[in-house]
T-cell receptor, first 112, second 115 residues
Framework: KQEVTQIPAALSVPEGENLVLNCSFT??????LQWFRQDPGKGLTSLLL?????REQTSGRLNASLDKSSGRSTLYIAASQPGDSATYLC???????????FGIGTKLQVIP | GAVVSQHPSRVICKSGTSVKIECRSL??????MFWYRQFPKQSLMLMAT?????????EQGVEKDKFLINHASLTLSTLTVTSAHPEDSSFYIC???????????FGPGTRLTVT
């Protein structure tokens, strides 16, 4: 059974700082890994999706990496802004390409 | 990217009543949709897999008679919470599967409050 863990649970940084969010998963037979953003009381916004054959994906100030052998993924946010404040979720797709398992998320606060 | 909508976005109902939530894939056909539930400060948990034209598959611990799922077309799945109770208050999110390339697209969610 896939388990997804995110560390830290919460993070507070000053504006402009670069930061890394961590995600680990137990089942290396992962089809893809996806990072989402969730604002309070809102749904999910997909940020980056990394296929199992890929090692990283980039979009603007965001870079996500995937290391299947170690069961880890990281989300790097460069030059953080107050608008980046949200909860960031990672989710792994495995189990015959059907089961998505979510981490509990990292709550990020970027202080102006 | 592909778009998945949910309706309603928020609903408040009285205990004992039933509530229907719709999930639509707007620009692709989805033979498979998923329903998730998120309690405060917890992760999204898969409730059930909805397959077009067949019965839904429920995860362990999810009551199939309480959470009725109907996937009547390739673009619409509905979740009906029957005889709702305050403990059913939660955030419900659906996703629709696009096969080629394989990806799940998530809806914006429905906030259910049972009073």
């Amino acid at each position: 059974k896939q388990e997804v863990t995110q560390i830290p649970a919460a993070l507070s940084v000053p504006e402009g700082e670069n930061l890394v969010l961590n995600c680990s998963f137990t089942d290396s037979a992962i089809y893809n890994l996806q990072w989402f953003r969730q604002d309070p009381g809102k749904g999910l916004t997909s940020l980056l999706l990394i296929q199992s054959s890929q090692r990283e994906q980039t979009s603007g100030r965001l870079n996500a990496s995937l290391d299947k052998s170690s069961g880890r993924s990281t989300l790097y946010i460069a030059a953080s802004q107050p608008g980046d404040s949200a909860t960031y979720l990672c989710a792994g797709l495995s189990g015959g390409y059907q089961k998505v398992t979510f981490g509990i998320g990292t709550k990020l606060q970027v202080i102006p | 990217g592909a778009v998945v909508s949910q309706h309603p976005s928020r609903v408040i109902c009285k205990s004992g009543t039933s509530v229907k939530i719709e999930c639509r894939s707007l620009d692709f056909q989805a033979t498979t949709m998923f329903w998730y539930r998120q309690f405060p400060k917890q992760s999204l948990m898969l409730m059930a897999t909805s397959n077009e034209g067949s019965k839904a598959t429920y995860e362990q611990g999810v009551e199939k008679d309480k959470f009725l799922i109907n996937h009547a077309s390739l673009t619409l799945s509905t979740l009906t919470v029957t005889s709702a109770h305050p403990e059913d208050s939660s955030f419900y999110i659906c996703s629709a599967v696009r096969v080629t390339p394989y990806e799940q697209y998530f809806g914006p969610g429905t906030r259910l409050t049972v009073t």
